[in-house]
Each structure stands twice: as structure tokens, then as C-alpha cells.
């Protein structure tokens, strides 16, 4: 996907100034992919990704919405040889009189093509344009070659089901990170996506309200690096970790590690994470994922070879049996440590019902043991999470949005933090498989600020 819109910035079909849309506004990009016409090469590119992406969908006939779709649903009914629907700007005023070329029938499922959607309205007017026209049709399912649409949105739009190949964040972080545009362009293009006046769940630093000290040392840390960038480091070698986290440090306001995983860990190894911590200024958080009866989990965290309370900062615990939390909170009598419940991560597919009942469990136990919880670690914040004195901790993030080979599925920290409400982002592969590390944190540090910036004043 890089290559494709680097490809459309090169030949300027994606543009950076002061452009008029057709809904009004005044936008600082202009993505013009009628051009495309005049690039075979990225033409036929733009209609194989469209035909991997249709594969999944149930439709019978394929429209162009006029003007910008028809060229690639032509080439694409063609190719996959599905039945074309052309619409004419308005209906012929001799001979049939239709508004529609193409073979349409009672109950025929019609997938709308096009190729960019900033509010929708184009979209919305031609649905109603052919519905008034055949009433039985079914239109429900749009397929968008670029999906731009950020807080000036039509609300119509919500019950259709959209699809894109890319997205504005796609493109904006692709070419923050392959250095075609400066940070200033970055954001100009963001804040005019999201204004401040649609956000959803505030965040704010001054809201929280608590006696744990690791919680309050996470705030003065936030505040003071201006970062909500937690580093999954699932590194083996230990001083490879050291090096990048050396590296990386002043853009950080969390480490996590998986202490099980490094080679030949102890508590000596901890304590020069421990004191790299302390000079640079994040916490340590040890990814256990505890889950075992209150007895063993003591054992786990405070004896062996790991000893993981004398240097952790914060455990991740995977179980919404209250007696852990208990034992933890028995346990935790200075306030000195936290733990994180994890309600979903970035690999689960629980039912919506699963879900749900879990994260409503992990809710109550939040209020009952607020004193020892810093957050909890989910994909998405709900609207009954109203719980603001703790922090939102969400990992499947990257710039660039996407499933890997395994069972990772990823979104970027824009949609994480501003559609999905969730306060801390968790990046590991995005950061460390990079070949220029210190500059991708920096753009993860920047681009998670920035976002979590429009949810409300963060001070």
C-alpha cells in the first residue's frame, strides 16, 4: 500500500495546499484520483486491490458513481466479469427515459463504487437518485477507493456498510515516514480532520484523581515528555533491549517487556533496566498476564528467579476472578505498584456477548480496587467505561493499518485514540523492526500526542 500512494503523491494525484471540496470546506489536501485515468499502470494496481477487497462481498451488479467511479467499475466488471449499472447524471429526456444503463431487477444488491469520500454527500444523493427511481433495488454496501471522511461526515452514512482500499491516515502516515511531507503538513491535514467540536470520551490529565504513586508518577511523566507511547519490547537478546531502549527512552513513557522471553533474565538485569528507567523517565511493565489462584500469583510475582515485584512497575493480570485483585491489593499496601487488567488485545475474536460480559466485570472491579488499577489494556473504550481516573491502554497499533501473517490485526494510533477512546498506545514490531528506530518512536510520540491532544486540553 506505501508504494500506491507514493505513486499517487509522485504523478499529484494527492495534493497539499488550500482547496475548496464540493461540500464547502476549505481542505489543506486534495486527493484528485480521476487523474489516474492518465496512469495505467496505477489504474489497473488501484483495480486489482479493489477486486480483493469486493472477493468477500455479496452483490450482484457493480455502479460507478459518476464521475470519478465509472472507470475503475468498468474495468473491474470486466475483468471479474459482474454486470456494469451506469448512471446518468439525469435521466434521458427521449426514448426510454432511463436513469440507469445496464440490466436492473426487484431485490438486485447494487455495490456502489467511488473513488474518494470526504462527507459522503455525493454517495448519499445518488442512492437516494436511484432509489427514487427503482424503489426495490438494494443499496447498502459501498466500496470507496479512498476513505477521507473525518468530523464533517454525514450521519446517513452510518448505516451503510463502507469499504476502503485506504484511508486519510494511510496516507498522511505514509508520507510522514517516507519523508514526502513535514511534520507541519502532517498536522494541518489532522486538525482539519478532526476538529474539536465532534470528539467523543474527554481525557484529561487533571480529571484523575488517585493515591497509587505509580499513577501519579505515569501523569507527571505524560505531562512532562508530552508522550502517551508505551514500547512493547519482545526483545531476546538483553542487550540489544538496552541499546534501543537507550535510544528510544526520552519518547517513551512505558516499557514493556515480557522478562520470560529475554535470555538469561534476573534480577540483576532488571535493576539496569530499573536505573535506565529512572534516568530517562518511564515505568517498567511486565507483561505476566497473571491469571493463576491468589497463592501461586503472589508466589509468580514475588519469588524465583525473576523476582518481578522488586522491579515492575506494573503487571498485566488476565482474569476477572476478584480474589487476584485482592491478593494484589493485600499485597500492594504502599501504593508503590499497579496492576492492568486486560479485557481484549489485538487477537481475539470473543462474541459481542463474551466481550461485553467481560468488560463489564473488569469495569466493577476497577471502581472496587481503584487504588491499585492504572487501566486496563482493551481495543476499544465503551461508553459505559466512564471511569476516568484510570487510563486506557490499547496494543494492535501501527502506523500504518493492517494484519500481519500471523493473527495480529492493527489500526492506527488516529483511530485507536480518536475513534476507539483509548488514552496509551502499545507499539513493539512498528518501532523496533524499523531500520531507523529513534526516528519511528519519534513519529509514534508525535502522532499519539497529537491525537490524544484533540480528545480535550491534556494539562
Known sequence: MDSLIIDLYDKKCIKFGNFRLKSGLCSPIYIDLKEVVGHPYILNKICELIITKIRSLEYDAICGVPYGGIPYASIICNKIQKPLVILRKEKKGYGSKKLCEGVLYDKMKLLLLEDTMSTGSSVIETIKKIKKSYKELIIDTIILICDRRGTHACKELNTLNIHSIFNIHDIINTLLVNDKITDEIF?????????????????????????????????????????????????????????????????????????????NFNLEKATILKKLAEEQQFLIFEDRKFTDIGNTFINQYTQGSF?????????????????????????????????????????????????????????????????????????????????????????????????????????????????????????????????????????????????????????
Open 187 to 263: 498536522n494541518g491535514v489532522y486538525n482539519f480532520m478532526y476538529n474539536s467540536n465532534t470528539l467523543q470520551i474527554k481525557f484529561s490529565l487533571k480529571n484523575i484523581n488517585t493515591n497509587n504513586n505509580v499513577i501519579k508518577r505515569l501523569i507527571t511523566i505524560i505531562k512532562e515528555k508530552k508522550t502517551n507511547l508505551v514500547f512493547s519490547a519482545d526483545i531476546h537478546d538483553f542487550f540489544k533491549l538496552v541499546k534501543i531502549v537507550s535510544k528510544i527512552g526520552k519518547h517513551i513513557c512505558i516499557l514493556k517487556i515480557h522478562c520470560d522471553i529475554i535470555e
Open 307 to 459: 523476582k518481578i515485584s522488586e522491579w515492575a512497575d506494573i503487571i498485566t493480570i488476565n482474569t476477572t476472578n476478584s480474589a487476584l485483585f485482592s491478593t494484589f491489593a493485600n499485597h500492594n499496601k504502599d501504593l508503590n505498584k499497579a496492576i492492568l487488567p486486560v479485557c481484549d488485545m489485538s487477537n481475539e475474536s470473543l462474541s459481542a456477548f463474551e466481550l461485553h460480559n467481560r468488560k463489564n466485570k473488569i469495569n466493577k472491579l476497577v471502581d472496587e480496587y481503584k487504588d491499585h488499577i492504572i487501566g486496563i489494556v482493551t481495543q476499544k473504550r465503551e461508553d459505559y467505561m466512564i471511569n476516568s481516573n484510570i487510563f486506557y491502554f490499547t496494543p494492535g497499533v501501527n502506523i500504518i493499518s493492517k494484519t500481519d501473517d500471523s493473527d495480529q490485526r492493527y489500526r492506527t494510533p488516529q483511530k485507536a485514540i480518536l475513534v476507539d477512546n483509548c488514552d496509551l498506545i502499545i507499539v513493539g514490531r512498528g518501532i523496533y523492526s524499523s531500520e531507523d528506530i529513534y526516528e519511528t518512536a519519534r513519529q509514534y510520540k508525535a502522532i499519539g500526542w497529537n491525537a490524544l491532544s484533540k480528545r480535550t486540553k491534556i494539562l
